[in-house]
């Protein structure tokens, strides 16, 4: 195999917003990909180059996650019309392809690292490696098959393009990741977690695969319990213990709670900082303000808004209400994280809760003369103001205060948390509720409910819905939902009863088939040589 590629010009085509990271800056425009792999160094680089093509899955645009579900609507900046009311969802609609394409990217940068592990220079650390990239390759699936069904599996280092392929049955693809995680844990590092893939990372990854693929025709038998172990596995007897205003305190992304995260730092993103950081802050909540207060507030793009069903889920006791939403606005918002003592600060803007009276709201204004009462009702896209800087409920648990302000920024240096312990709770719970032991899945879930100060759920309440909405409570805005209710079979029930833009009738497709899956991008249809490659039932 010839690979004349330069080291620059593979930097350029596969990671080319985190090369800086990796690489020392000298001259190797000479180096081919042969030379530079085959070494300790090279190798790394190109590992590491798959890390950094997490950063094009997540962090950026938020759609494929969580439009058209019960949580989330648009405000004055729309959502893309197809992924947010599914009626006019079809192959070619905007950014339906987004997956596929990043997770295909990763997929290549995996097979690449596999086919050059066989070349490089041996060493201790190299089987380490390896079983990253396999946990690497196995994320980047199951968000596909997740999606999409059944996929295409490319398993092999491909140094051209290919002209031709056919579509794996979702079993199939679902076989590639176990086998992935598999490998992976028995490989990677059992440390603590630093920004690499380890050994709980991977258990957590297993968790969640098992709990989606036993609700699949050809799930398992055992999958629900083997997901309850797996959780159970990584929670190994470790509490909630951080309050939820610390587990997302800026500067605190590495906290006991991590399990796997997107690592971005101020370094990483300076080559362009105000589109290729982390762009997690700027979608949940109104526009608050233009350049005028630039470094005053974030940018928001006033995308996705917290539904009213979404509000109504918190109660006044529970402590996710006051980490997640940005209730007291003051002067210049990000005081709120700058100064220690709040009490003298300045509110500007109020957010009400569900559960004030017209007593209480009356001696919130009267403590706070001149200032901009929200009432609650008005807060959400269901109230229909929708328009105004300001005027919907913020959600502030993704800010960071070292953001640079400008209209369109992604500039969030912070990290993204793509699981956690609070979710391995949850997971354990629903695993084993599935699995048919109630008792222990309530116990599971009573624990993050106990870190939010709520009482105890009781066994008469405890349901898939029930674990539903204390994944909203706990999860908002995490890019976890549409995922949710994909996987529980609750996306048309939730989504048509919560978000005004949706019917049940919205989810009807051709030939009678509900668009539960989203549809094979077109582009990829369109240079697919094999013509008897099968779009998704829905959209044919």
Known sequence: ????????????????????????????????????????????????SNYAA???????????????????????????????????????????????????????????????????????????????????RANAYFLLVQTYGGVGIISDFISEAILEFDRASAEEVYSLILADLNDAMAAVS??????????????????????????????????????????????????????????????????EEVIFSVQFSAGSISANPSSIGNQQQNYFGPYLGGSEIAGDAPYKTYNLLPTRFALDLYTEDDERWYSTFMTEMYERYYDYYDVDDHS?????????????TAQDSIDYVAQHPGVVYHSYGTTDPNGGITTADKATMIVKKFDDPNSLFSAGSGSSTRDFIVSRLGETYLVAAEA?????????????????????????????????????????????????????????????????????????????????????????????????????????????
């Open 190 to 255: 059992a440390a603590d977690y630093n920004g690499r893939v380890n050994k709980r990372a991977v258990e957590n990854l297993l968790a969640k695969v098992h709990l989606t693929r036993a609700y699949e025709s050809f799930g398992t038998s055992d999958d629900f319990s083997k997901a309850a172990a797996y959780a159970d596995n990584v929670i190994a007897g470790q509490g909630l213990n951080l309050s939820s205003e610390e587990l997302w305190t800026p500067g605190n992304d590495m906290n």
């Open 432 to 540: 084993y509720l599935g699995a048919g032991d109630a008792a222990t899945g309530l116990a599971r879930l009573n624990e993050v409910r106990r870190r939010a100060g709520v009482a105890d759920a009781t066994l008469g309440e405890f349901d898939i819905d029930y674990i539903l909405d204390e994944r909203a409570r706990e999860l908002l805005g995490e890019y976890h939902r549409w995922f949710d209710l994909k996987r529980t079979g609750k996306l048309i029930e939730r989504a048509s009863a919560h978000n005004s833009w949706i019917t049940e009738a919205s989810f009807q497709g051709a030939g009678g088939n509900l668009k539960i899956l989203r549809p094979i991008p077109q582009a990829a249809l369109d240079l697919n040589q094999n013509k008897e490659f099968p779009q998704n039932p829905a959209y044919d």
């Open 54 to 136: 997490l950063r094009n899955i997540y962090a950026n645009q938020p759609w494929l996650f969580e439009s058209g579900t019960d949580l989330y609507q648009e405000g004055r900046g729309q959502e893309p019309r197809g992924l947010s009311q599914y009626a006019e969802l079809n192959s070619s609609s905007a950014n339906v392809d987004f997956l596929y394409v990043n997770c295909y990217k990763a997929i290549q940068l995996a097979n690449t690292a596999l086919y050059y592990s066989d070349l490089t220079e041996q060493n201790a650390q190299l089987p380490i490696l390896v079983g990253e990239v396999k946990f690497l």
């Open 344 to 356: 003298s600060l300045t509110v500007t803007d109020f957010y009400e809760p569900s559960w004030y």
């Open 1 to 48: 195999m010839k690979n004349i590629l330069s080291i620059l010009s593979v930097c350029v085509l596969l990671a080319s917003t985190s090369c800086g990271d990796f690489l020392e800056e000298e001259n190797l425009s000479n180096v081919t990909a042969e030379e530079f792999y085959t070494t300790a160094e090279g190798y790394s680089a190109l590992v590491n």
